[in-house]
């Protein structure tokens, strides 16, 4: 039997996806080749997958699911959980989910120690965790119970690949601090003086969404003040040591351009 959509859910459907777009237009516009960043993450999670009769994806600090998307092209078989803690970019990953029953939406704070008790995480190993763009927004000692925490929840011989934006040091890397600076102000100079959203352009398209309204209520509520926090950065040597410290078997980077980095990790067999 064919199953048939509503008007009101395509229409849904149809607003996620043009939300989710704009999302990813622009993301780019703050992180060049973002769509290169994915695509490699994409191939080696494939790559890890590839004899996994049944792949488990978690997909941290998902946003609205990008990434996830992203990765299941790459991988049909698989399922993918999104865990994040904004309430209105997951209600877009969850409108996206309704098109794609492999994807599924985990609210958590990664700061908070119980989010891998989540039922939707917690339901067996998975075979690759990814990140993309979110976990410099962690504190340090929070970043590194994440890390802690990942292997666990990873099968022998999976992996966390993490694409993330790991600045230079302004103090003993001056010289690429400053061809990066000069290269994300060119990056946003050509993406923002088209019709590219800004971050805020984007928000405020949100805000004009009847159906994000509740979410957008929440939102308020689950972040409160420490929206704009930023945390102090680390660098691409404290991620890879901690997640040796952390039980990885092999680390290390997997594409880099400037100070953006997708980096690895590789549970033992
Ligand atoms: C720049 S967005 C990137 C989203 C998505 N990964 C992408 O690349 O499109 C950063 C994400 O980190 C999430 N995030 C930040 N702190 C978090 C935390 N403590 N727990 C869970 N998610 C968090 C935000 O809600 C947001 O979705």
């Known amino acids: 039997m064919t199953e048939s959509i509503s008007t009101d859910d395509a229409t849904t459907l149809a607003t996620a996806r043009s939300l989710a777009s704009r999302w990813d237009a622009q993301q780019t516009g703050y992180i060049r080749h973002r769509a290169e960043r994915f695509d490699t993450i994409a191939r080696v999670v494939a790559a890890i997958c590839a004899d ?13 699911g990008s990434l996830a998307e992203q990765v299941l092209a ?15 970019l997951l209600a877009i990953a969850a409108d996206l989910s309704a098109a794609d029953p492999r994807l599924s939406i985990a609210e958590v704070d ?14 067996g190993r998975f075979d690759a965790v990814v990140s993309s763009t979110a976990l410099h927004w962690l504190r340090p000692a929070d970043l590194v119970d994440v890390y802690r925490a990942l ?7 999976g ?28 990056m946003q100079q050509e993406t923002f003086s088209g019709d590219t959203d800004t ?6 398209a949100v805000a004009a969404t009847p159906r994000y309204a509740d979410a957008l209520r929440r939102r308020d509520e689950v972040w409160g003040a420490s929206l704009h926090e930023a945390p102090p950065k ?5 991620h890879l040591e901690t997640l040796r410290s952390a039980g990885f078997a092999e680390t290390g980077t997997v594409w880099q351009y400037l100070d953006d980095y997708v980096l690895y990790g590789v549970v033992a067999s």
């Open 52 to 64: 996994s009769p049944a792949p488990r994806i978690l997909d941290l600090a998902g946003g609205t």
């Open 74 to 88: 790459a991988v049909p078989n698989g399922r993918a959980v999104v865990a994040d803690k904004d309430p209105a």
């Open 110 to 123: 990664l700061a908070d120690a119980g989010w891998a008790a989540h039922p939707l995480i917690a339901d």
């Open 151 to 157: 292997p666990a929840l990873i099968r022998p011989g």
């Open 159 to 186: 992996i966390v690949v993490n694409g993330d934006h790991l600045s230079y040091s302004g103090h003993h890397e001056s010289t690429l601090a400053g061809i990066a600076r000069t290269d994300d102000e060119a």
């Open 199 to 204: 971050w805020d352009g984007w928000w405020d």
């Open 234 to 238: 680390v660098t691409l040597g404290f």
